[in-house]
């Protein structure tokens, strides 16, 4: 699984961009945010693979905050990686949060391709979503928590154990709350 990649932009266009590494050039899906965000030839991008029955597809993302909200709007049943992606394009992470927090409908409506019934399914689905991975400095803290969920851990116990963890790195985390969980 690819979760990092950096090389040279070839190709961008508004929602993609195609990246050579080493010899290989590979289509990377992006955000308008994302796309607005790039000034160099040179970036470097956190990464989302899907891989499908017919498709293998990258979604890059130069803030980690755009890339866990992406990850956490996906495993909403109904929302596939093109409406994410314009949720994406339509907010910042922090932006998002205070929709959901406000459960404003409107808001939510407003991204291409969500109706009135999707964005009433993504204010219930996320009702949990809370702002401390939108605004919160401490990213190992944010990404055990995002990895120990994708592993089946309920989310108000991962908080429970975190809490009594002493390790500031993010493997080390893992492993320690993995430990405590056990």
Do not use: W
């Amino acid at each position: 699984m690819i979760v990092a990649i950096e090389g040279e932009i070839i190709k961008k266009d508004p929602t993609f961009l195609y990246l050579k590494t080493y010899g290989i050039t590979r289509k990377i899906h992006i955000s308008l945010n994302c796309n607005s965000k790039i000034d160099k030839n040179n970036i470097s991008l956190y990464i989302t693979q899907i891989i499908k029955e017919e498709s293998n597809n990258l979604y890059g993302f130069i803030d980690i905050q755009e890339k866990l909200m992406f990850d956490k709007v996906i495993k909403i049943n109904g929302v596939g990686p093109s409406i994410a992606m314009a949720i994406c394009s339509t907010f910042t992470p922090s932006d998002f949060a205070k929709a959901i927090a406000s459960n404003d409908i409107s808001s939510i409506k407003m991204v291409p391709g969500i109706g009135p019934k999707s964005a009433k399914r993504i204010l219930v689905e996320l009702s949990d979503f809370s702002l401390d991975f939108a605004t919160s400095e401490n990213t190992s803290y944010n990404e055990t928590l995002q990895a120990l969920e994708s592993l089946g851990f309920k989310k108000d116990k991962i908080i429970k154990v975190l809490t009594g963890c002493v390790s500031t790195e993010t493997s080390s985390l893992i492993k320690e709350a993995l430990k405590k969980l056990s």
